[in-house]
């Protein structure tokens, strides 16, 4: 087995030191260290510069810590139940919303219906002939039946006189 | 009060998850979440030295450990209703004690960025922002409050999970499993976080090791 190098045992020293290893790497890494002198005093630092750490004791706790914690606690119910005072009623809510859904509904609707020129019904039996065979008609290089122009130009939004007809 | 908890608690560690029935602590969040305000009372008895102290490492402000604290347990109790028993009520609770202290620490960094230039300049020249390990305090109680500066700005000016991983080993005694549980991430990642963490932390504490003053005060 190859020995392993400073660099490798720097990368692990860490969890050696914090017994994280397997057993068979930690043995490696404690041979390493038995014969090399800087990487011991790389080790040696680690662990100092860690316990010094141990300086930073916790604060001593207040006494009533969970008397004040379950007071500020009633403080939150009586916030929670405020909010839920002004929240406004879950199914009036949903009420208006179905409300103002509908209504959208309909002024969209009403738009589209509008924009589309749905509104221009054919009134008269020729009118709906000449919607029926607008495509032959459009084609046709002389309409010469009148009431079949009239009923055209009445459907397209002209009109004769328009034309000066 | 005790006896009403103990009842919960044993309907629940004969009926409930696994975790819970080994966990008392998970245990009375259960009870808590059915409505035994009780069980609340005993989580917070049982663990707020615990908080307080974790807290007190992450932000190195004694003064404000308790507020932050009770931010820790008041999460606790709003989480009441989505709680899931899936860890060890302890990972959950340093979860929510990092997440809190480290967002302190962040609102408190840019409070001070927001300090004006004229400020900046009286702090840089006065002579607390002048490191000087080597000048002798006559005051044995002055040298171990140096030394606890040190160690609090040394422990800061880690990258956060570096931090989160640093508090959670070496003041809660935390395994590298159970770590990487808490900041949710791999055992490797945690081993590779602890080993940068304390070399950054040596660097930075070296001169005190060099000068004696930490061995000192650690022997």
Redesign the interface.
Known sequence: MTPPTCHWVR?????Y??G?LKPSTAQAVRRHLEHCQSCSEHAK??E?????????H??P??PG??E???A??VE?KDLEALEERLRPDRRLRQIVAAVSGLAAGLVLGLAAYTWTGLTAEPASPVEREVCRNVAFLEDADLVDEMAVIEAMDRLSGKSIAEDGV | MAKAIAAVVGALQHGGSLSAATDYDVSLMLAFQKGN?LA??EL??RN??RV??LV??FI?D?AD??DL??EV??RI??ARLTYKPTAKFSTWMFRITANVSLNALRSRASRRDDVSIDQMADVHEGPRAIPDPESRMPDEHMH?EE??TK??EA?HTLPEKQQIA?VL???EGM??ADIARTIGCSTMAV?SL??RA??N??DR??L??RTGR??Q??A
């Open positions: 990368s692990v020293l860490t969890a030191l914090d994280e630092q680690l100092q510069a860690w316990e010094t750490l141990d300086t930073l916790a604060p706790v207040r810590f969970t004040r914690m379950m500020r606690i939150e | 305000e609340f009372q917070v008895e707020h030295t307080i102290g007190y490492r190195g004694s450990a308790e604290a009770q347990f008041l109790y709003r171990q030394l606890r160690v609090r422990i640093v080993n070496k003041y395994s590298y081993k602890l080993a304390r070399d932390l040596k504490l070296l005190y090791l930490g061995r005060r650690i």
